[in-house]
């Protein structure tokens, strides 16, 4: 992450997590959030200018301008709790700057898709 943050890393959070989120605990339920949920960046075009977002916020969209990922990969990188995380991509995929989709889904191939395999190995683990 940038130099800019809103926090001390050797105190921690200058600002509790729930003053950066109004004091709410669950994103509005227009949006569903979830730990591999995709987000993207919205393009707004050269004539958008900059969108008004306070710090928070504008923090965890320049994270998500360096390319499409994972929640809970911008929870970790933002250092900050998940919930807050999902509250703050809330509120900008309701201003329009975030894209939320639903999770990649990769079907397991090759060994790992062998249930026979997979038992094998649980009686293994359990013989230990």
């Known amino acids: ?26 994103p509005s339920g227009k949006h569903t959030i979830d730990l591999l949920s995709q987000v993207t960046a919205v393009d707004l075009g050269a004539d958008a200018g900059r969108p008004e977002v306070d710090h928070a916020r504008a923090a965890l969209l320049a994270l998500v301008r ?37 999770p990649r889904r990769v079907e397991p191939t090759g060994p790992a898709a062998d249930p026979e395999l997979l038992k094998v190995i649980v009686e293994r683990l359990r013989e230990l």
């Open 66 to 102: 360096r390319g499409a990922r994972p929640v809970v990969e911008l929870a970790a990188d933002a250092d900050l709790p998940l919930t807050v995380v999902r509250v703050l991509l809330a509120d900008l995929a309701e201003a329009g700057l975030v894209g939320i989709g639903e």
């Open 1 to 26: 992450m940038s130099d800019e943050h809103w926090y001390e890393d050797e105190t921690g959070s200058l600002v509790r997590p729930y003053t950066v989120t109004r004091g709410r605990t669950e």
